[in-house]
């Protein structure tokens, strides 16, 4: 695990490896839960998702986190009434006051004994905030195994995406106000 870099400075805090953290939150859907379609709103999901991933970001930093983003909300499988929802989140990342936090979602019949269906995949970053709601430091996530390490590396792929992006957006927007485009 030494060669797995944090934005944490060594000796801040001590690590917590991701186990430490880990959870699963589960909520059986009803009627009150569906779209139009008839079956689940996916902004249930999303709350379930936000809830779940709120948990472990609070337990990893162990104090108050707010989500700062959501990538990548796949919603792979359609979710009905009477499915028992479990969301599985876990730490894959952390910076200095950032958390990234990996949440995959699984349906099964509430009656039925066949195994769950992986219907939904996101990744959430939260920061961790003290009273005042400014940024804290967070300690390093020690990945315990090949997919904790896994996780943990293109977490780190997918931050230096996020970064650019906003980078390349925020210099179009500086181009564009000096060409008296956009003001």
């Known amino acids: 695990m ?12 001590p690590g917590k490896p ?12 009803t ?8 079956t689940v709103h996916g902004g249930v999901i999303m709350k379930l998702v936000d809830d779940a991933a709120g948990a472990v970001a609070g337990r990893h930093s ?6 700062a983003s959501m990538d990548e909300m796949a919603f792979l499988e359609p979710v ?10 876990q730490c894959n990342w952390t910076g200095r006051s950032s958390m990234e936090i990996g949440v995959r979602v699984l349906a099964e019949r509430w009656n039925e004994s066949t195994p769950a269906t992986h219907v939904g995949s996101a990744y959430l970053v939260f920061a961790a905030v003290d ?3 400014k940024p804290r430091a967070v300690p390093p996530v020690l990945p315990e195994t090949e997919k904790d390490r896994r996780r943990f590396e293109e977490a ?3 931050r230096t995406h996020r970064l650019a992006r906003r980078r390349a957006i925020k210099d179009l927007r500086e181009r564009r106000v000096a060409e008296g485009i956009d003001d």
């Not at 030494?2 to 805090?13: I, M």
């Open 18 to 29: 991701t186990s430490v953290s880990r959870t699963t939150l589960s909520h059986i859907m």
């Open 31 to 38: 009627a009150s839960d569906t779209n139009l379609l008839g």
């Open 131 to 133: 009273g005042e709601g």
């Open 80 to 89: 009905h009434v009477g499915d028992l929802v479990h969301v599985q989140a």
């Open 62 to 67: 162990g104090g108050p986190a707010v989500t």
């Open 156 to 158: 780190q792929i997918r």
């Open 2 to 13: 030494a060669n797995l870099v944090t934005n944490s400075p060594e000796g801040d805090l």
